[in-house]
């Protein structure tokens, strides 16, 4: 039997402790999960991600998907709706989301057969003395994927202008590097990717789609200010993706963002602090920054 809207928003929010078990969704909340889950499967459907969704309108609507895709799509809505509910992205919701997206797409991405021409290499050691290979080769897609991370960050993030966002100042961990690289900087930038084109000819530096979340532990270093984080693509922070909170000094809070954006080669990803009320300087003691293909 297919799930519905309702159990699918009831469990997203139950991911971000916004719902409890048996309370019933209010009115808002209802209304922010069918506009964001909606969002969420137009994005999909757009970078291929083909599962067969139906827009809903109202709870009892069924969510038209294969049982395997379930799992992706409340944890990757749960992921959309914690900033919009000031809740933190916890490390086992992204991993959680991370795996649902990967299932997704093997679900919903349809691979053409393909016939590829006489030019194509057939690869090193596929010919011996004892025997005759002629199968074509070509590389496996792999997705690309970079996280950085840091704890107990004590240097103080300088803010020069209100308003106007500068990079994170803290020492990163590079924890992944799948078709990426990282810097202790706070930068994730995407290396490579690989496709054939039309007529079988192998090109490089194919555009590909990326789902980015950010995450940090932030506080102004005095007072009381509205402060905030964003994605930056090569240095330019997306103003769709900024979040911001009311915080006092000595009261860090958590603030989580994400960002769906397509990468060329040698595209970088960094996250962005703000105060929107003051030129006081804002202390960042957590960070966290991921992106995937």
């Known amino acids: 039997m297919a799930e519905n809207a309702g159990e699918i928003i009831r469990d997203a929010l139950q991911e971000i402790n916004v719902q409890a078990t048996e309370e019933p969704i209010t009115g808002d909340e209802l209304q922010t999960g069918i506009r964001y889950l909606n969002r969420m499967m137009d994005e999909f459907e757009a970078q291929g991600i083909r599962l067969g969704f ?13 049982a395997g895709a379930i799992n992706g799509i409340i944890f990757n809505l749960a992921l959309r709706l914690a900033p919009q509910f000031d809740e933190p992205i916890t490390p086992t919701l992204s991993g959680n989301a991370a795996d649902g997206l990967k299932a997704m797409r093997k679900l919903g991405v349809q691979l053409k057969e393909t016939q590829l021409g006489g030019t194509v290499p057939f690869g090193s050691g596929n010919d011996t003395d004892f ?13 690309a994927e970079g996280k950085l991370e840091f704890t107990g960050n ?24 799948i078709r990426m690289t990282g810097s202790v900087a706070g930068r994730l930038t995407f290396q490579t990717s690989d496709s054939f084109s039309s007529n079988n000819t192998f090109i490089r530096d194919v555009d590909e789609s990326f789902q980015m979340r950010a995450q940090a532990l932030i506080e102004p270093v005095s007072g009381q200010d509205s402060i905030g984080i964003a994605i930056a693509i090569n240095g330019t922070p997306r103003p769709n993706s900024l979040r911001t909170k009311f915080v006092v000094a000595g009261q860090p809070t958590f603030i989580s963002t994400v960002l769906g954006e397509s990468l060329s080669k040698d595209d970088f990803v960094e996250v962005y602090a703000f105060n929107l009320s003051s030129d006081i300087d804002l202390l960042v003691s957590e960070g966290e920054l991921r992106a995937m293909s």
């Open 54 to 66: 139906t827009a809903v309108t109202n709870l009892v609507d069924p969510i038209t998907v294969q």
């Open 131 to 143: 025997h005759d290979n002629d199968f074509h080769f070509f590389p496996p897609v792999i997705s």
């Open 154 to 177: 004590a240097a103080n993030t300088v803010i020069a202008t209100i308003g106007v966002g500068v990079l994170v100042n803290a020492v990163w961990e590079i924890k992944t590097q």
